[in-house]
């Protein structure tokens, strides 16, 4: 029974988080008595609506600002040479593995009161004193967006990427100007690609907690900083567990709004939509079909003549859109490159550009005790959930792929519900579920909290590398009497080893990155380097802080390339596995 293979997964899930969160659920209600005092009592509060209000203003401002962004860029990356193209993802990616506590210490570095844009306004003499650029919503914004907009590009690509080029083709050959091309064409067939991507912009906004409380003032504060802030103060449980279960809340219902159903959408977009007598009624058909039947002589010698005359409008666009992706790459990847430069600066502050060259922040993070020990604390995290999680993910991952489709998809779903509830209601069940065991402050309890979410990416990343799996090749290893773990070991595991690399490197990466599950379950006693960077940042601007950035932007890269030469050795390895008749 394959399906046994999950139970290592879901055993841990439980535990850790699927118990707690039912547990939170019924303390949110006073079980056993079950009442909605504490809901009362958070609605009954001006300043909570307030705070609810602006947290959903504020994630639905980002979302689409980022699909406003987001969409031209995918397109235009779509519609780019095949190496461009390959380029962009990459320049894509990066950023989005890049810590995103690292983009928001360079936008403090940026829009800071002694930062480069006052700075440099400074220098110009066009300013007397320091804009206020920070701690205001505009602030919270830009380094939302910034964090965000990768994840809205890449479901975009992904889906468009897979939209037939030939029906873009066929559009302008009957006609179709290229603007009404692409509106009922192009456009239809990408909404599922802006529904992915709206969908998981907007739950993460809503648990955002570490870019509003460093980039925000006091009137942008949203929930998740909210509930973060009971739980250290006055930890009243009931209400704490209200107002997480209304973000979930709010959370769900944009999944039910916007998320369900999304299969056979193209095939409904490609159907014309039905109108009301209203709309006929004003639509002048008769008129506008008598107009269209004069116009068709002169729309056919307009559109010969169209089709062999030069493309300079096309040159046009072509431009525009360049200097577009142009400042989007730019805006994506400048703030990291700008942290990168000063970190070298060899005065006592950050400089833009440094007067010289120096290693002296360097040198002050590997002499500093406390700076090495979260670093070497954080390494040995990770690679004990990379470990735990990749074993774990993999068998579940091969599990789901060989059980009944609808117990595969209840049971995925379940997997993967650390990943789409916000982060501070994980974060919460987590904390609930570790203190039955009596695991909070302990490295133990850091592994299992961080292992919940990253097993998650493990699974959906080895269950796309098993869809491509063709199992008639196990059938045909135990033909030739190849016992179970032997087709495994020898067939199976050489051609998903790609997927099992990259699920072992985005398991790290979540581990490495985490803050907001860290900052409740480590307690004093232990500080993970995210952890230690956030609260440096809260307290004090230490230049050092811009040379652990640095360092940590070199963690993604050095992931991309070991996920490329793992992947491109495996290949081969796995044709040669094929071909030994030992098999």
């Known amino acids: 029974m394959p399906i046994l293979l999950t139970v290592p997964a879901i055993a841990v899930l439980l535990a850790v988080f699927g118990m707690p969160i039912i547990l939170l659920f019924l ?80 936008w403090i570095v940026i829009l800071g009161d002694r930062g480069l844009i006052n700075n440099l306004l400074l220098d110009l003499g066009l300013i007397s004193s320091p804009m206020l650029l920070i701690y205001n919503r505009t602030a919270v914004y830009i380094g939302m967006v910034h964090i965000m907009l990768p994840m809205m590009i890449l479901p975009l690509v992904s889906v468009m990427m897979s939209i ?45 907690y570490i870019t509003p409380a460093a980039l925000g003032g006091l009137g942008d504060a949203m929930l998740s900083t909210f509930i973060a802030s009971q739980v250290r103060t006055f930890f009243d449980m009931g209400r704490v567990a209200a107002a997480a279960f209304i973000l979930l809340a709010i959370a769900f219902a944009v999944l039910f709004m916007i998320g369900l159903d999304l ?39 307009g559109w010969t003549a169209q089709l062999y005359r030069g493309g300079g409008h096309i040159r046009w666009s072509e431009m525009i859109g360049t200097v577009f992706l142009m400042l989007v790459m730019f805006y994506l990847l400048f703030p990291e490159l700008l942290v990168l430069i000063m970190s070298f600066s060899p005065g006592q502050l950050l400089q833009f550009p440094p007067s010289g060259l120096s290693l002296q922040w360097y040198r002050a993070f590997f002499s500093d005790p406390s700076w090495y020990n979260a ?41 993967l519900t650390p990943i789409t509830f916000p982060a501070i209601v994980v974060a919460i069940a987590t904390y609930l579920g570790l203190v039955k065991f009596g695991l909070l402050g302990s490295m133990s309890g850091i592994v ?41 070991m020898r067939v199976t595991l050489p051609l998903i080893r790609p997927g099992i690399f990259g699920g072992a490197v985005f398991a790290f990466l979540a581990s490495f990155d985490e803050v907001v599950i860290t900052s409740l379950i480590a307690g004093l006693s232990i500080r993970t380097l995210p952890l230690k960077m956030y609260e440096d940042i809260r307290h004090q601007i230490d230049p050092t802080i811009a040379a652990v950035a640095s360092l940590l932007m070199l963690v993604p890269v050095i992931c991309l390339v070991v996920l490329y030469f793992m992947g491109w050795r495996s290949a081969p390895k796995a044709l040669r596995t094929l071909s030994d008749p030992s098999v």
């Open 164 to 208: 037939d080029k030939s029906l873009m083709t066929a559009a302008p050959s009957m006609g179709a100007r290229p603007f009404t091309a692409f509106w009922r064409v192009f456009f239809p067939l990408s909404m599922p690609g802006v529904r992915s991507g709206s969908l998981l912009v907007f739950v993460i906004c809503l648990g955002f």
């Open 375 to 415: 670093t070497s604390t954080t390494l040995q995290i990770g690679v004990v959930v990379a470990t735990v999680s990749t074993v774990v993910g993999t068998l579940a991952a091969y599990g789901l792929n060989r059980t009944l489709p609808w117990l595969r998809s209840s049971l995925t779903m379940a997997i």
């Open 263 to 301: 299969s056979g959408t193209q095939s409904r977009t490609a159907q014309p939509a039905r109108r009301s007598w209203l709309s006929r009624l004003l639509s002048f058909g008769p008129l506008k079909r008598y107009l269209s039947e004069l116009l068709t002589l002169r729309r056919a010698k």
């Open 448 to 488: 299992l909290a961080h292992s919940i979410v990253a097993i998650g990416y493990v699974v959906v990343i080895v269950s796309a590398t098993l869809a491509n799996f063709d199992p008639r090749l196990e059938q045909a290893a135990m033909s030739m009497r190849a016992g179970p773990v032997r087709t495994f």
């Open 27 to 106: 303390t949110s209600l006073d079980a056993p008595g079950f009442s909605l005092a504490n809901y009362h009592a958070f609605f009954g509060q001006p300043a909570n609506v307030r705070v609810l209000y602006q947290t959903i203003e504020i994630s639905a401002v980002a979302t689409g600002i980022c699909l406003l962004i987001g969409y031209p860029t995918a397109y235009l990356i779509v519609a780019a040479p095949k190496r461009a193209r390959m380029a962009l993802i990459v320049l894509v990616i990066v950023p989005y593995l890049t810590s995103g506590l690292v983009r928001t210490y360079a």
